[in-house]
């Protein structure tokens, strides 16, 4: 929790929040137990509304009901239709970006800087008003949006928690959701190096299939080598007697060359048999329309 008397720990730019509070309060901090509240207004900045906007605020504390202004006055669906209300939830206008010594100031909607801001809209362009990345989602223009941004953000939840696309056939102003967008986790707000994620139950069957038959391959190569290791035996100890003038073929040098030859032509259909398993395997798992596709065809990160 924030320190107001001892500053060791705070989170960087809060002491000088604090300090600036306790100028504006002619050097005090006041209420119960040492928290502290705007005694002079003058501090917060205030929020001139648009016509149709009606405000609730405390402090620096906004609830505005009215129609898209995601940032001046004439900015957002609002100045063209009534049809895009909109409930914008405001702490920390302009954040630390506003001079709170002078006189009062009426600043706009600044979604970079105002410090929290949960934004429910019938009708806006929520990526471009946030400064979002496209992504392989794309950008969501003229449709019913909400956006929550904040230093942090947490979500919290006892059993679980869903993220679920095209829920309903129909968007909020009644058109066909036609294509299933998927979800991006984008880090940074760069989407240059966006990558499918991974099907982990369809991948751990591919690399168990992939380690059998490698086993196998391996299996191959060593029967190979035992039996050829068992010919090298019988060529080392054969002698050729010479007291005929012809010498005829040795029989346990034939014999065994002729089961070496046997176990070779079963090894090569082995192996044969095994690259038609890898081929099988990869248009199984590793290619796009497999039916066990390894990646997601919706939902990526970076």
């Given at each position: 929790m924030p320190k107001l008397n001892s500053r060791k720990g705070n989170p960087k730019g809060l002491n000088r929040k604090i300090d600036k509070t306790i100028k504006a309060n002619d050097g005090q901090l006041t209420g119960r137990v040492g928290e502290f509240r705007y005694e002079n207004q003058n501090i917060a900045p205030g929020f001139a509304p648009r016509g149709n906007e009606y405000i609730i605020s405390n402090t620096n504390s906004f609830i505005v009901f009215g129609t898209d202004r995601p940032s001046h006055s004439a900015s957002g669906y609002g100045i063209y239709t009534g049809e895009s209300s909109t409930i914008d939830i405001v702490c920390g206008r302009a954040g630390?970006?506003?001079?709170?010594?002078?006189?009062?100031?009426?600043?706009?909607?600044?979604?970079?800087?105002?410090?929290?801001?949960?934004?429910?809209?019938?009708?806006?362009?929520?990526?471009?008003?946030?400064?979002?990345?496209?992504?392989?989602?794309?950008?969501?223009?003229?449709?019913?949006?909400?956006?929550?941004?904040?230093?942090?953000?947490?979500?919290?939840?006892?059993?679980?928690?869903?993220?679920?696309?095209?829920?309903?056939?129909?968007?909020?102003?009644?058109?066909?959701?036609?294509?299933?967008?998927?979800i991006d986790l984008i880090a940074g707000n760069k989407d240059d190096d966006l990558q499918p994620m991974v099907k982990g139950d369809n991948l751990k069957k591919c690399l168990l299939i992939m380690l059998d038959e490698i086993n196998e391959l391996a299996n191959i190569i060593s029967d190979s080598f035992i039996s050829q290791s068992l010919l090298n035996a019988v060529l080392i100890a054969h002698t050729h007697p010479a007291a005929i003038p012809v010498i005829p073929p040795s029989p346990e040098l034939g014999a065994m060359a002729f089961q070496k030859i046997q176990q070779d032509q079963l090894d090569l259909t082995k192996a044969l048999q095994k690259r038609v398993n890898l081929v099988s395997t990869r248009m199984d798992f590793l290619e796009t329309e497999a039916a066990n596709y390894i990646l997601s065809s919706f939902n990526r990160t970076n």
């Open positions: 630390t970006y506003v001079d709170r010594q002078g006189e009062k100031q009426y600043v706009d909607n600044n979604i970079p800087k105002d410090a929290a801001r949960i934004y429910i809209s019938e009708l806006t362009d929520i990526d471009r008003n946030f400064f979002l990345a496209e992504g392989k989602v794309g950008t969501s223009d003229g449709r019913s949006a909400i956006g929550i941004k904040a230093d942090s953000v947490r979500m919290m939840s006892r059993y679980g928690i869903k993220l679920v696309t095209k829920v309903d056939g129909l968007d909020s102003l009644g058109n066909l959701v036609g294509v299933t967008r998927g």
